[in-house]
């Protein structure tokens, strides 16, 4: 069984970072791990009429920063969003976008969703990841530096 993914410390702090400068919309973007190469985070536009409540995503941009990054390589990605005013606990809207992720993403000739979603909590500067079929859920932090 191949190993899964490890988001690095500094990926987090690049979604974190992003999250912090756009406060009072949601934001969000994709942890890449390519097949060859650095994994890394790669923001992707919220297109959503109402950003400061909701994340979504195209999927003609998301696959545009992969291959402007990357080229047409195969990897793994995993979806990160935040909450400005909330929780990261996911809300059900959150649990459903993942489901359809989940099957836009099954099969796929190029990239494998990693059954992970994360989400940042601007609120308390947490940060929650889920899985995309269980909805298994845990909160956690980076250790301080």
Known sequence: MPETPRITQPMAEAAEKLALDTYEEEVGGIFFFPAVGTPMFLPIDNI???PEKHFQFDYVDMAQ???ETYGE???????????PF???QPSRDDELAAEVIAK???GHPLWRP????????LWDHS???YDLIAFGRVGWKWPEA
Request: negative net charge; proline residues 0%; without cysteine.
């Open 48 to 50: 959503h009429l109402e």
């Open 65 to 67: 920063a992969i291959i």
């Open 73 to 83: 390589t195969r990897g793994t990605l995993s979806m990160f969003h935040s909450h």
């Open 86 to 88: 909330g929780s990261g």
């Open 104 to 106: 836009e993403m099954d």
């Open 114 to 121: 990693l059954e992970r979603h994360m989400i940042f909590s």
């Open 127 to 129: 940060w929650w990841w």
